[in-house]
Every structure is written in C-alpha cells, then in structure tokens.
C-alpha cells in the first residue's frame, strides 16, 4: 500500500540543506536562529558550558557545596531523581499504545518517548557531573559487578533503558534519513522493546526510591517508609501522564507548522487527566498508609509535618481532585494547569526526600552552589533546545504521509 | 496492666485495614465520577470541543462502525445479526433521496456486489455495494416513509437493513476500522476534492463545509457517474 519515498541522490550540500538546515541556504538558517528565545538559550549555555567544565577541571569540592555528610545535591534530587520520574511519559504511554492497545493516544507517543530518551540522556550527564570520579561509570557495567548494591541495579536499568529509549525512538530517524528498510526493521521491533522498557522503568523507578531504605536514619520519618520504592513507581506514573499533558500542549503550541492538526489533542488531554487523577488519588492513601504503618501521626503537627501535609494535600489530593472534575467537565485549560502543577509537585517530592527532608536533623544544611544551580539549568536547557531541533527536523508531532498506511510506531 | 485484647495490641494494624477499606469504598465513587456519566455510544466522541477525532476532513466515521470501501457501513448486534447503512460520505455525495430501492427480506446479499440503488428527486440513481454476504432479515420500516432518512441521520434512524451474515469473519478482512476509516476517508475526501477542481489538488478545502448532493453541485449533468465512480460501481470505473 505505502509508498515510499525514492531516495534520489542528494549531494552532500543538498543533504544539509534539507535535514539539517530546515531547506534554508546556511546562511538564512543562520539568520533564522537569531529569536530572542534562543538569545536567552545562548546566555544560559555562554555562561553553564564553562561552570560544568570547571566542575570537570577542579572537582566536586570547588563547584559544589556537597560534603560527606550531604553527598547527593540538586544534580541526584533535581536532574536524577526527578528527571528520570518525569522521563516516565515513555514508558507509561508506549505500554498504553502498544501494549494496551489505546490507539487513541497514538499521537502522542512519538514526543512521549522523545521527553523520556532525552530525560534520561540529560539525567545520566547530571550523574556525570555528580560522581566524584565519573571515568568509573563503566565499573559495574564491565568490571565489577556489585551485585547486592541497588546502585547497581540503577545502573544496568537506567543504562539499558537509554538504550531501549534509542531504539524506540529509531523510527522517526530512519524516517527523517529516508531509510525505509531500517525502519520497517526499527518498527517491527516496538511491541518487543516497549515490554523491556516496562520492566525496567518497573525496575529503577522504584529502585531510586529503595536508594533511600539505606538512610533511615537521614531521612525525615514522615517522608522514610518501607514503602518508598512504591511510592517512587505510583507517582512516576503520575508524573509520566502529567508530564505528556504539559508538553504535548506547549510543543503542539510552539510548534505549530510542524504539528498534525486533525489530533485531537484535548480528547488525549482529557483521557490521560482521568488515569492521572485514579493514580494519584491511590497515591495518596499509599502514602498515608506509610504514615499509619509508622505510627508517625504525632509528627504530623511539626514544621515538617505541616510540609509534608501541602505535599500530601497540595500536590497529591488537590491535583487528583481537579484531574478528576477536568475530566468529567471536559475543562481542558483546568486539567492542562493540573498537570503542571502534578509534574511541579513530583519534583517537590523528589527534592523533599532527597535533600530537604534528608540530614533534617543534623546541624549542617545543604544549601546548593551558584554553579550546581547553573549547571541544573544548562543541562534543562540543552534538554529543551535538543528537543526542538529534533522536532523541527524529524516526524515527531506528525506522521509522514507516506508511512501512514504502514505498519506505524 | 498490659490490655490483651487484640484491637489494642493491633491497633496500627487497624488504622492500616481500616486506611484500606476507606480507600476502596472511597475509590469506587470517585471512579465511577471521573469515567463520567454512563453514555450511549456516541457517534463522535463529545469531550473534543472541535469534534473532529472521528470526523476524518468532513464526513464523521464512528468508532464502532466496521466500513466497506463502496461507503456503506456495517455494525454487529443483537443475536448474530448486522446492521447496514450507508456512510457520511455516500449521504453528502448523492444528497436528498426521493427513493431507496432495497433488496427484498430473505434476498442474499454479497459483500462487494450491488447492493441496493439510490435514487435522487432527478430520477437517475446510483448503486451501492453491500459491505457483507448473508440474507437480508429486516428493513428500515422508517426508510420507507422519509427515504431521505438515510441521508440526514446514516448512522442512526437511517440505517438500512439488517443481515443475517453468511461469512462475517472472511467479510471482516476487507473491512475497516479506527484509524484505517480516518485515512480511507481523507483519501476519499482528497478524491472528491480531486473532481472539484482537477489539476488544482487541495484548493477547496479551505474552510468550507460539504453540501448536501455533492455530487449533483460539482456536475449537474453526470452527477450519476461522478457517484458512482466514487461509491465503485462505476461500469467501467474512470481512473480519478
């Protein structure tokens, strides 16, 4: 049935010229780049790209404000822990499409699975640059296995996930490379590497939150629960399907030409604010049966409990709450705010066990360095200006014509 | 003294039953509110406030309709049977009707063949092909009356017959369904678009709604041809 497109021979410059600078001569793509949004990009990457090669060149001691008491920052609890949680769109909405069969969500897989693969590149370069001695990365990967040590597991899941997050995003390349046979070969492979990808999101999402079973000690008791690597997984879901509502609208808006306008973007919005409010609210009581379980109710009056009370109410409740009435009043707008203000949430809670509640106790605060917040930003930003270049140039919030009738992924 | 009795000793145990219990009573009603309120299949779904996720370019495909490429439609139901009618798009193509010349109840019917004719105000008709093989149970009593029944409601009141279906599972193979309909039916759109104004690809898309009786308002004299071209029951179907 498909046609697909003859590959006519480009000359190299040619070949530029169409894939890379948009079929604008060199010249007028360079002209086209000066907006002031990419000004503001251009600052923040002038002033990050030097900080994260100090940090490089001098160490942890001289960039960051870590110490042995406080050995995980902003680069574990903001681009590692909450990074990879709101990575999650990838696995929850490949398994919905492809495994579930809700086709409706099909348009939204492609940017899903981009968020996720980009999530977790950008995740494993903030882990770069929080390991003392990043050159051993490749340790329990090749040389000693470590076994018993859930950084262990962390590491194999998150390195086999990129790797499974590559492949799944093989398809649109192939399609942008006008290499039909790779991705027919790229596509029959879908079913099997979104199943891999289920379980090993399945893995390391929950086993970033058994990270913290080893601190009992460290972490406030409100936020310590055996529970933990459950409460990781849920609200990893939550923040998955969070996460595609708010992209899906900011991209479809920003990227308006290179968008399927038939999709029904507010139906898709709809549907997944109805998963994300059913998982929040189990969330919920998942988490207050953790307080149950430790008898921690007295705690619950202190300045701890009274935040951990907006974490619970604020952005777990509340947000399942207005999913829910978004959803059955078709209140797109409502359920869009929610679902930046459950994705805001998901990093609150993140940055609460991994660092706010963490040492709450001890008589040294961790406050992060002017260069491990710059570097957080340099590494969101090259997330998002990869992002863009990437739609601007392949199929991702649209389907070209002549794959449609094929086998699609 | 140490009281023995077992809610006490168990008494974190409780809190945590009792958490569980609150939470699936609790979560049954909020389950049921956030599905929303129990509706009818719908022939789009209403959430989408530009209602266009069925509605491949013009013509409204519903979901639970299986299509057959002449643009009738068919839909399983109650004790084996099938229900038939005609899609969105042969509805707009011919416009009103003055008469629905159906097979008789106990004719067969098979899938790809002649099935029944259309017949507009002019007095020139069309045929359709049925989407299935069987024999013919019941007709749309209502047809007879309002013919043009078909043409202002395809999916509903108008349907046409009901079938008793020989081969369903073989018939299935050469029907569509989700997102196959969407892009069969743009294509169908892009062919029509195509006789608006040969040569000229996709000028008349822009905005416009389709008219009823299409086909008579693109070509008043051939507007028979033009139909059947496009429904495929062309005697010797142009190439478009």
Not at chain 2, 55 to 79: I, N, S, V
């Amino acid at each position: 049935m498909s046609e697909h497109p003859s590959v006519p021979a480009l000359t190299g410059r040619e070949w530029a010229k169409s894939k890379l600078f948009l079929d604008m001569s060199f010249g007028d793509y360079l002209k086209s780049l000066v907006t002031p949004g990419n000004f503001v990009v251009g600052l923040i990457l002038a002033v990050g790209l030097p900080v994260i090669a100090y940090r490089f060149a001098y160490g942890l001691g001289a960039s960051t404000n870590l110490s042995q008491t406080t050995p995980w920052g902003i680069w574990i609890g903001f681009d590692m822990l909450a990074g990879v949680a709101l990575a999650a769109g990838g696995y929850t909405l490949a398994s919905s499409v492809y495994i579930f069969g809700l086709e409706k969500y099909h348009p939204v897989v492609r940017p899903a699975v981009l968020t996720g693969l980009l999530g977790y590149m950008f995740a494993a370069l903030g882990l770069a640059a929080d390991l003392g001695r990043p050159w051993n990365l490749p340790v329990p990967f090749f040389l000693s296995w470590g076994g018993p040590s859930v950084m262990f597991e962390i590491a194999w899941c998150v390195g086999l996930y990129l790797t499974v997050l590559s492949m799944e995003f093989l398809p649109p390349v192939f399609e942008w490379l006008d290499w039909p046979r790779a991705r027919m070969w790229a596509v029959r492979m879908t079913i099997g590497l979104t199943v891999f990808g289920v379980m090993l999101s399945t893995l390391h999402q929950s086993s970033l939150g058994a990270l913290f079973l080893m601190a009992p000690t460290k972490l406030h008791p409100l936020w310590y629960s055996p529970f933990i690597p459950a409460y990781f997984f849920i609200s990893s879901i939550a923040a998955g399907l969070s996460m595609v509502i708010v992209e899906s609208a900011l991209s479809h808006r920003a990227f308006q030409s290179r968008t399927d306008h038939r999709v029904d973007l507010d139906g898709i919005a709809l549907g997944l604010a109805r998963g994300a409010s059913i998982v929040l609210f189990a969330y919920f009581f998942v988490k207050l049966q953790g307080v149950a379980d430790g008898g921690r109710w007295a705690l619950l009056t202190t300045g701890y409990g009274y935040w951990f009370q907006v974490e619970m109410f604020g952005f777990i409740l509340l947000p399942s709450l207005l999913f829910a009435y978004g959803a059955r009043h078709n209140r797109v707008t409502l359920v869009r705010w929610t679902a930046a203000w459950t994705v805001l949430g998901v990093v609150v809670n993140r940055l609460n066990v991994s660092i706010i509640a963490m040492n709450w106790n001890a008589p040294e605060r961790y406050i992060p360095s002017w260069m491990e917040v710059v570097v957080s930003i340099t590494l969101v930003t090259l997330g998002v200006t990869a992002f863009r270049w990437i739609v601007n140039r392949m199929p991702v919030l649209r389907e070209l014509p002549e794959y449609r009738d094929s086998a699609s992924h | 003294m140490i009281p023995h009795d077992i809610l006490t000793l168990y008494s974190a145990k409780m809190l945590e039953y009792g958490i569980a219990v609150l939470f699936l009573l609790l979560f049954i009603p909020f389950w049921r509110y956030v599905q929303g309120p129990a509706k009818a299949p719908a022939l789009a779904p209403a959430r989408s406030r530009v209602p266009a996720v069925r509605a491949a370019e013009w013509f409204l495909t519903p979901a639970d309709r299986l299509f057959h490429r002449g643009h009738a439609w068919l839909k399983g139901g109650d004790g084996g049977l099938v229900t038939v009618g005609l899609d969105d798009f042969a509805a707009k193509l011919v416009g009103p009707m003055s008469r629905l010349a159906l097979p008789a109840v106990g004719a067969t019917v098979g899938q790809g063949e002649p099935g029944w004719r259309l017949t507009a105000p002019d007095g020139r008709s069309v045929d359709m092909l049925s989407p299935v093989d069987g024999t013919v149970v019941q007709l749309n009593p209502a047809l007879a009356a309002s013919p043009d029944l078909a043409e202002r409601d395809p999916y509903g009141d108008g349907w046409l017959m009901k079938v008793r279906p020989s081969r369903l599972r073989a018939n299935k193979v050469n029907l569509m369904a989700d997102r196959a309909v969407r892009r069969w039916m743009e294509d169908a759109a892009a062919a029509l678009r195509g006789h608006v104004a040969p040569g000229l690809g996709a000028l008349a898309q822009d905005g416009g709604v389709p008219v009823a009786g299409m086909a008579r308002a693109i070509d008043p004299d051939g507007w028979d041809r033009l139909a059947a071209t496009l429904l495929l029951t062309a005697e010797e179907a142009p190439d478009a």
